[in-house]
């Protein structure tokens, strides 16, 4: 990276982005509340009640999520690291990146966590586990999914360590440097080869479900480590607003075959003894190595379609958009206590599973944008919000 005057003044807002994080931090709810009423993982609050053939509906939006949304979320909050850091200057960006990354965390642990478990034990009786490991942000699951604001944390101290070892020669001007293109189709399919090959490997030992500190789950840690990277290099050769159409149209056919046949994939596995438990989690099984490539290689493809689709058809917004666009990153951070509350509230609902989940999502997304919004009202609050 080659180092700008801090306070250069920074180009034209992306709008496509900022309704790609809407979009994003939807399907980060869509997934909890699916969670909830019976899809695949760990969540604070579960209705127990599931009608038949609920959690493989579940199962196939979870899982086609998991391949690629959380990646495009670290490959966007490091693409826009470069530019703020060539603005600021690194003094000012590291105060601001523990300021916008620091203190959510910490009203997380002290605050948010504390009142969710309050929450559940008051609507249920009863907790998942214990208190003390429940409240426990190294070894527990205290983090929940702050993790990813503690995985941006420090991933971008690393990049900051890096960017100030390896110092661009000064008498090489940065205008010299010719950005390098787009990558190519095919480059883009040794990509998805590459994170399914390293994610095989991780989850022969590791399998899904499997967390490390910090409540990071490392069977997924291969396609988000590879995006903060690719996020930087895009971000140094612009290449968001450079996606070839004949790349943009050849990931999207990719993108939409890939997500045909996971369906097809699920259900085989589902009808069979074992169920989807090898199939979906890994370790040594065929059909393990079989989903962990589909699934890196739907999560690249899926990506470079959607920021080709919104570059041309979404790049713009109205005063709805817009507002939600700020509120999304407090959307992230509360979305649990509003969807918990929610959840524990239409328990009692004598309906289907899937009629809950059709309730309870929209609610939930509407509710927690008004929030978000009010918050981001008080003053000051936008410094770190």
Known sequence: MTAAEPGKKSGPRLLYIDNLRILLICLVITTHCSITYGGPGSWYFHDPGNAPGTPFILCVLDSLNQSFFMGFFVLVSAYFIVGSLQRKGRERFTRDRLVRLGIPLAVWLLFINPLLILIVKLGTGTLPMDLGTLLDPVNGPALGP???????????????????????????????????????????????????????????????????????????????????????????????????????????????????????????????????TPFVGGGFHWPAVIYAF????????????????????????????????????????????????????????????????????????????ALAHVIRAVPGVTRVL
């Not at 390293?198 to 990071?216: C, E, H, K």
């Not at 075959?257 to 259900?267: E, F, K, R, S």
Request: with cysteine; hydrophobic share 55%.
């Open 294 to 369: 589909w699934e890196q290689m739907a999560g690249v493809m899926i990506i470079t379609a959607m920021l080709w689709i919104f570059s041309l058809w979404f790049n713009r917004q109205g005063p709805v958009t817009g507002a939600m666009a700020g509120d999304s990153y407090t959307v992230y951070i509360i979305h649990p206590v509003v969807l918990v509350l929610l959840s524990m509230a239409c328990a009692g609902l004598a309906i289907p599973s899937l009629a809950k989940f059709a309730i309870v999502l929209p609610l939930a997304i509407c509710c927690t944008f």
């Open 146 to 276: 702050m993790w990813f604001v503690f995985f941006l944390l420090v991933a971008t101290f690393v990049y900051l360590l890096w960017t100030g070892l390896y110092r661009p020669d000064p008498s090489d001007p940065p205008g010299d440097r010719k950005p390098h293109p787009f990558p190519g189709f095919i480059s883009i399919i040794a990509l998805g080869i590459l994170l399914g090959t390293v994610t095989t490997a991780v989850r022969f030992f590791l399998p899904i479900g499997s967390t490390w500190l910090f409540n990071f789950q490392i069977p997924f840690a291969p396609q988000y480590i590879a995006m903060f990277i690719i996020g930087i290099i895009a971000a140094q050769n612009n290449w968001f607003d450079t996606i070839p159409p004949r790349i943009g149209r050849a990931c999207t056919a990719a993108a939409l075959i890939l997500v045909a046949i996971q369906p097809v994939l699920l259900y085989l596995f589902t009808d069979s003894a074992s169920g989807l």
